[in-house]
């Protein structure tokens, strides 16, 4: 099993302060994808990253594959309430299957 | 937008009881897959299904799980003779091509909600 560990593991943050996700492996993996989950629902893909060193922008969500391939980061910029979830980064290496990681829990307050 | 549906929402099962958990995958997609998430825990990797036969599985994916297309639609995910620890939220996800290679994407049911008593 390839691990993804991500940190932090729980956020709390005010509305407007910016934040900062990792996703950290030993291992490379040829792509890596983030997701946002919400209580009770299935996981809802936000970005893919396939090259190292690579960034990719959504709104107000900056995603960057390491230059190695073996990490990722997520920038929030100016969160908001509509931001509070579960992220989850996830890796994969073969065709099919792919790795999910340990997750952060985000709160952003009013 | 279409969607990935999964029935039922919430099932309640006895120990050694068979289950059959049901997914509509998106109509047009090739791939499908079966995931677990353990209440607290992060998602696990169950199956991928293709071209009706199994094309990768997890060593979680034991003989007592089985899946199957019985027609051109539904996706099914059947436990032989469940264990308490089988209870976890179950998420059925298709895609239109192989995830990593075409770095497609895949969608996610909402989920049905496994408990063994």
């Known amino acids: 099993t390839q691990l993804l560990e991500q940190s932090p593991q729980f956020l709390s943050i005010q509305e407007g302060e910016n934040l900062t996700v990792y996703c950290n492996s030993s291992?490379?993996?040829?792509?890596l994808q983030w997701y946002r989950q919400e209580p009770g629902e299935g996981p809802v893909l936000l970005v893919t990253?396939?090259?190292?060193?690579e960034v990719k922008k959504l709104k107000r969500l900056t995603f960057q594959f390491g230059d190695a391939r073996k990490d990722s980061s997520l920038h929030i910029t100016a969160a908001q309430p509509g931001d509070t979830g579960l992220y989850l980064c996830?890796?994969?290496?073969?065709?099919?299957?792919?790795?999910f990681g340990t997750g952060t829990s985000l709160t952003v307050i009013p | 937008e279409p969607e990935v549906t999964q029935t039922p929402s919430h099932q309640v099962t006895q120990m050694g009881q068979e289950v059959i958990l049901r997914c509509v995958p998106i109509?047009?997609?090739?791939?499908f897959y079966w995931y677990r998430q353990i209440l607290g825990q992060k998602v696990e990797f169950l199956v991928s299904?293709?071209?009706?036969?199994?094309?990768?599985k997890s060593e979680i994916f034991d003989d007592q799980f089985s899946v199957e297309r019985p027609d051109g639609s539904n996706f099914t995910l059947k436990i032989r003779s469940t264990k308490l620890e089988d209870s976890a939220m179950y998420f059925c996800?298709?895609?239109?091509?192989?995830?990593?290679?075409?770095?497609?994407?895949?969608?996610f049911g909402q989920g049905t909600r496994l408990t063994v008593v």
């Open positions: 996800a298709s895609s239109g091509t192989v995830w990593a290679e075409n770095h497609g994407k895949a969608f």
């Open positions: 291992s490379v993996f040829s792509s």
């Open positions: 990253v396939v090259t190292g060193g």
């Open positions: 996830a890796g994969s290496n073969t065709g099919n299957q792919f790795y």
């Open positions: 109509s047009n997609h090739l791939y």
């Open positions: 299904f293709y071209n009706n036969e199994i094309s990768e």
